[in-house]
């Protein structure tokens, strides 16, 4: 289960960050929306970021949800331990999965000299394969947003998940989807 629910909050901020707002936005605009309205732009330039470049944000997030859960199993008792044992499991594959999404997602975007055990998860559709991804970077980026493991992204396709959602944000706040990644694409906004 913490396997599935990182994918899906990949996908979520993944879809977030496509769809919605501006680099203009305070904090969130250069720190996560820039980045992603780059991505499309030059796929591949999260090839050439170091470890911590990619993985930093999502290792802290990690960091202190297995903080949180190391201090309650440590000041716990062993029953207590065990009536919430599924819950802690669901976390930690939960943290360790969301740790290594941008990771993941790197390895999408790598197509030469992979280690042959990424490579095999890859083919093995554990992480998400470099050919499941390319269906996410046709234009315009609108489907195809989970980027751990991808198994959620043709359910969500298929129920018309996020042209869903964008659809109800769209009628509450009057704001149309990807007016921002549209102009970047096209190379018109790039400060």
């Not at 740790?99 to 999408?108: E, G, R």
Request: charged residues 15%; aromatic residues 12%; contains cysteine.
């Amino acid at each position: 289960g913490g396997i599935i629910a990182a994918d899906f909050a990949s996908g979520l901020v993944h879809w977030g960050c496509d769809t919605w707002g501006t680099i203009d936005l305070p904090i969130i605009g250069h720190a996560l929306i820039r980045g992603f309205r780059e991505h499309h732009v030059d796929a591949t330039a999260i090839t050439r970021h170091d470890f911590v470049e990619t993985n930093g944000d999502n290792f802290l997030i990690s960091t202190l949800i297995l903080a949180r859960q190391c201090y309650s199993l440590s000041h716990q008792d062993s029953a207590t331990t065990m009536n919430w044992i599924a819950f802690e499991c669901f976390v930690l594959a939960l943290s360790i999965f969301i740790a290594f999404t941008n990771q993941i997602h790197k390895w999408a975007h790598t197509y030469y000299n992979l280690p042959p055990i990424i490579e095999w998860l890859q083919n093995n559709h554990i992480i998400m394969p470099r050919q499941h991804h390319k269906i996410h970077h046709v234009a315009p980026h609108d489907t195809y947003y989970c980027i751990t493991t991808g198994w959620l992204n043709y359910p969500l396709e298929v129920i018309g998940f996020w042209t869903k959602l964008e659809y109800i944000i769209e009628i509450l706040t009057g704001m149309p989807p990807r007016a921002d990644d549209l102009k970047w694409t096209k190379g018109i906004h790039v400060k």
